[in-house]
């Protein structure tokens, strides 16, 4: 990474900055409270470096105009300069992490692990420079993205956020999304974070927020590995992550952040904490922060304990706990990200180019989410060649997900949670109404058990099942409770313990009225194609049975269009499993275990052609031999 070492005037223009600021104004610029949190005012009276939307946090009217508008407000009050207070812009950071997906009318793309399945570094990056764009409308300049995590168990809730569970996808994915998104850092740029450093994709048994026990060389292999990419492509922020390593959590993890991220790996950027991460430190929150800010924290998202957290750092820095080095070598840091994106020289949000820019939400942008879409999809069986359906048949659509917008969204959309329905979700098309675009014989059941399916009026049915929206904890299934217990007595510091999405991964127990509806319409000699809206691979040997087709379409986002444009065989599949899909719950995490033999191999998917080629080039079969081994090790 060029961007700061020899940088001589970076460096100097950092000094004069920092020599002119208070202590109260270093403590403040250490500071991202939430915007509902935090007034303009307060912005400028604690001299705040950043505010964030959280996940499901928007201005009163969802609108970029209203995101706009709040900004530059921050912006305003921060670059009011007066006795005791410098003007620094502050920094506006959002989760835009499928396309900016908490704004209203925003093109949602596919959750990363759609990605994964399309394997198209230059897809990623054309979908990280659209999301740029969208963020700018909105006057943003950051966002928390990408998501670095190799996803080891799919029994976490987060897996639908990571591009699969082998390393070389998601390096390339991160090299990618990194470019896309900061390009040069001009005018079209918005600032990266790769997230969540590091290690929580092979978390034991997929617990969020829990411990991975890797030893140190399969850590770097697996878990740091995308981050280097990320760092060779510039990536100028990390977020620290929620989870532990080795029984010790990543925010007070002084070796993970300084040692290894800015020592060894050079990382000159920002590394920001994790929502209110450093409290899980320690019951007794001044020493909490004392540890985060002196393992290398050196922007603190603490939405709700900001207050506190300025008062706590202030007391350190007087008693000498937190050495006035660290804070300085803190605000440098953060000071430089903001000069090297030229945050100092671009104008308040307002009147940025890219501010309130019609092309939010446009056709264009649409198009590749729906490009995005045709090409994650996996085709997992085609009996009889059921597949590409005849526009012309009577077709009857059906199931829970077929018409809501909200669920092929999932979570991180609108709200943390996500939203059901599609009155949110304005500008996009369900699955049906991409169907009802393409097929004029087509028909929506009406009733969500398929009494309404007819073999003298229906000659095929097209099945969409599969989860809720969920997002982090709220997503993991437990397989058992035991788990947790150990996991939690094998940590020191806290860690939340969330109500599951589920205790297995049998779709036909976590949603039996899936297989309900499949089971109903197939028995009146309909024959039925699946298509499974879903964060992760589930197990779903019975639902499969009962279908003649069955297709994977992930998280696909807002754009159900591109869905009905391959299964109607206007475009070919294409997709690949980004993870072995499970036999039984005892699949999950078991990839690199002697004799695993999942119901569909790692990089399965079958095409209008027959089966896509195998993915086993030399680098493939090499890394699947190293990660034996380090398994093995472990
Ligand atoms: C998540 C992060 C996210 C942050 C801000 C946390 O709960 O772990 O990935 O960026 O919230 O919304």
Known sequence: MTLF???????????????????EQKIGQMVMAERSTCSPEDVRNF???????????????????????????????????????????TLFGVDAIHGHCNVSGATVFPHNIGLGAAADAGLVRRIAQITAREVLASGIEWTFAPNLAVARNICWGRSYESVGEQVRPVVDFARAAVEGLQG?????????CAKHWVGDGGNAHGIDHGNNPAELEALREIDMAPYLAALEAGVLTIMASFNSWKGEKCHGHKFLLTDILKGELQFKGMLISDWEGTTYLSDDYHSAVGQAVN??????????????????????????????????????????????????????????????????GCAEHRNLA????????????????????DKTARLLVAGKNAHNRGHLCGGFSIEWQGVSGNEQIPGATSIWEGVQALAANASLSEDPLGGDADPQQHDVALVVVGEYPYAEGLGDVRLNEQMMVETGSQMSGAMIVREPYGRTLELCQLHPEDLQLISNIAAKGIPVVTVLVSGRPLVVNRELEKSVAFVAAWLPGSEGLGVAEVLFGDYDFQGRLPFSWPRTDADAGAQDQPGFTPLFPYGYGLSYQGMLEENTSANGSRLRKTLRRLALRR
């Open 5 to 23: 070492g020899s940088d001589a005037q970076l460096r100097d223009r950092v000094n004069g900055l920092l020599a002119s600021m208070s202590l």
């Open 47 to 89: 001299h705040l470096g950043a505010v964030l939307c959280g996940s499901g946090s928007h201005p009163e009217e969802n609108t970029p105009a209203a995101w706009v508008k709040m900004n530059d407000a921050y912006w305003a009050a921060a670059m009011a300069a007066g006795p005791g207070h410098v003007a620094i812009p």
């Open 184 to 192: 040069d850092l001009g005018e079209n740029a918005v600032l990266a």
């Open 295 to 360: 393992a290398g924290i050196d922007m603190f998202m603490v939405p709700e304990s900001w207050h506190r957290f300025i008062e706590s750092l202030h007391q350190h820095a007087l008693n000498g706990s937190v050495s006035m080095t660290r804070i300085n070598n803190a605000v440098r840091r953060i000071l430089a990200v903001k000069i090297a994106y030229g945050l100092f020289e671009r104008p308040r949000p307002a009147a940025r180019p890219w501010s309130n820019h019609p092309s939010f």
């Open 370 to 389: 729906r490009e995005a879409v045709r090409k994650s999809l996996v085709l997992l069986q085609n009996r009889n060649s059921v597949l590409p359906l």
